[in-house]
DNA sequence: ACGATGATGAAC
DNA sequence: TTCATCATCGTA
């Protein structure tokens, strides 16, 4: 059972919330490695401006502008992955950053801890093709086992920093940040 | 061609 | 709070 490319065109903060829960996959080889997503976040559209896109399009966050499902994994601070899926319709940005998946807290270690670097940027998430690839959730999660906040390390982006656009598992050990 | 700047994590 | 450390982008 593999999630569908259709799963992905929706909102991002419908998709980032959809997404808890849910088996992030990784094949390398011979080997499995199967973690589950509990902390996500949602970066919507041209003028939030704590999304990549805010600033138009460009070769770096291109991939954000086409179809949903799409892998876009971009390097940052000098020696940092970060791993995001695009979602909802072609020729609007958005994408849901997965910041934490069970064993891995934070967005940094969990693409170390799957090797998950720039080659997997522009690659479908939706084919089991690439060695990564997402499955459904065991159990529907309780709503009020998901908690909203506001995302990390956006200071500077002005009204949108203040968007509780962040969605993670209340009773997950792994979250990134309190 | 150059300089500013991060969707971070770890150490101190 | 500082630092490691560099691709990307705006400006020119």
Redesign the pocket.
């Known amino acids: 059972m593999i999630i569908k490319q259709a799963f992905f065109n929706h909102s991002a903060i419908k998709v980032a919330q959809d997404l808890l829960g849910c088996f992030l996959i990784r094949k390398i080889g011979r080997k499995i490695i199967k973690t589950k997503i509990v902390e996500t976040?949602a970066?919507d559209g041209p003028r939030d401006l704590?999304?990549?896109?805010s600033?138009?399009r460009?070769?770096?966050?291109a991939v954000?502008f086409g179809p949903a499902g799409y892998i876009?994994v971009?390097?940052?601070?000098?020696?940092?992955f970060?791993l995001?899926i695009v979602t909802g319709k072609p020729g609007y940005p958005a994408?849901v950053?997965i910041?934490?998946v069970e064993p891995f807290?934070?967005?940094?270690?969990?693409t170390k801890g799957l090797a998950i670097k720039?080659n997997f940027n522009r690659l479908p998430i939706f084919t089991k093709k690439h060695g990564l690839w997402l499955e459904p959730k065991a159990e529907p999660i309780k709503p009020n086992n998901i908690i909203r906040a506001k995302?990390?390390?956006?200071d500077?982006?002005g009204a949108y920093k203040n968007k509780l656009w962040r969605f993670y598992l209340k009773d997950s050990k792994f979250i990134?940040?309190k």
């Open positions: 976040e970066y704590a999304s990549h896109a600033r138009g460009t070769n770096r966050n954000m876009y971009y390097f940052t601070y000098g020696l940092h970060m995001n994408a950053l910041r934490a807290n934070g967005p940094a270690r969990l720039k995302r990390i390390g956006v500077y982006a990134s940040k």
